[in-house]
Structures are given as structure tokens and as C-alpha cells.
């Protein structure tokens, strides 16, 4: 009968250690994952500007003219954008998708010289944005992409709004986004 009770007590021990490894490893995979938790309410931006003093941008189905050097009402804007991330080339590539995003035809007119077809998007603002890009529309074309789309080549111009993303445990990370899009070639796209 004594080495009985040694026996149980040494399963009790050991099944007593099971448990107590267990209790920690299920502890350790409990700990909180981070989620994101930033603001993406969205918020319009209601004014811009079309820096360019030689251009005029024109919806092609006449719903709306940009006129250089002058302030717009936003003609339109989608939040689109907002579950996408896009860089450099990926960029360019993406305006096959630009018209399910909500970019509409433009033509872009430039004093003197042949016109361009394009798509252009404007992207709502959200609350956790910041600074210039998500209070007004800065509408400025290099005149390198604009001689770039006249030599055959689909070219693309943008501005950025920074906001910060933030997640449930405190962290934050300053991030962009696209304020607004315009794709731009010698041909309709």
C-alpha cells in the first residue's frame, strides 16, 4: 500500500506539472493581438485648386470643367482608395481599375499643344488625416508627365494626405494615402 501512495503522488506531481504547463502556454496564447483601431470616418474635402495656369481638365461627359489657376468644388469624390495600397509602378498599372474606383474620362487641355485623355479620382479625406493633402485639393501636373503621355507613354500624377494609423494597444505609425489621381496618356484609357 506504501508504494501505491508514492505511485499515486507521483502521478498527482506530475499531472499537477501538465497542468500547470498547460495553464501557461494557454496564458501565453491568450495575450492580445494588436488591431487597428484608426478613424476612418470619412471626411469630403470640399475645395481645390488646379494649379496649372495653361490647363483645363473637362469631364467627358461634360459634368464638370477644371480651369487653370482657379479654385473647383469638388465635382466628386469616392473613399475608394481607402482599402488599397498602391506604389510607383503599381500605380501607374492601376488604371485599368481606376473606373471601378470612381475615376472618371477627363480630357486635359493645354494651351497650344494636342490634347490628353486621362482619369482622374479624388479621394475623400478621413478623420485621422492631417495637413495640406486632406483639406483641399492641390491639383498640379509636372510638365515632364504631361510631355511623357504626349510621347506615347501612360503617365501618372498625385497627391498625398498623411494620417496617422493607430492600434488598440497605443501604437501609432504615421501612413498616406492618395488625395487625388490622375492617370494621363495621348490616348483614351
Keep these: 500500500m506504501i508504494r501505491f501512495a508514492s505511485t499515486s503522488r507521483a502521478w498527482r506531481g506530475a499531472l499537477a506539472a501538465v497542468a ?27 475645395i481645390g485648386t488646379l494649379v496649372n495656369p495653361d490647363l483645363t481638365i473637362v469631364a467627358d461627359d461634360g459634368s464638370f470643367t477644371l480651369r487653370g489657376g482657379q479654385q473647383f468644388n469638388t465635382p466628386f469624390a469616392t473613399s475608394s482608395l481607402w482599402g488599397t495600397s498602391f506604389t510607383g509602378q503599381a500605380l501607374l498599372d492601376a488604371y485599368p ?21 486621362g482619369l482622374l479620382l479624388f479621394n475623400n479625406g478621413i478623420a485621422a488625416a492631417f495637413g495640406s493633402g486632406s483639406q483641399s ?5 509636372a510638365p515632364e508627365k ?7 507613354n501612360t503617365a501618372v500624377s498625385y497627391e498625398l494626405m498623411d494620417f496617422t494609423q493607430r492600434w488598440t494597444d497605443g501604437t501609432t505609425q504615421k501612413a498616406a494615402q492618395y488625395s487625388w489621381v490622375l492617370w494621363i496618356s495621348a490616348t483614351p484609357i
Design 20 to 46: 500547470f504547463g498547460v495553464a501557461v502556454i494557454a496564458g501565453l496564447g491568450c495575450a492580445s493581438v494588436p488591431t487597428p483601431n484608426t478613424d476612418m470616418s470619412p471626411r469630403p474635402i470640399a
Design 97 to 117: 481599375q481606376a473606373r471601378g474606383w470612381g475615376a472618371r474620362s477627363v480630357k486635359i487641355k493645354q494651351a497650344g499643344k494636342p490634347d490628353l485623355h
Design 137 to 141: 485639393y492641390y491639383v498640379r501636373i
Design 146 to 152: 504631361l510631355d511623357n503621355a504626349r510621347n506615347g
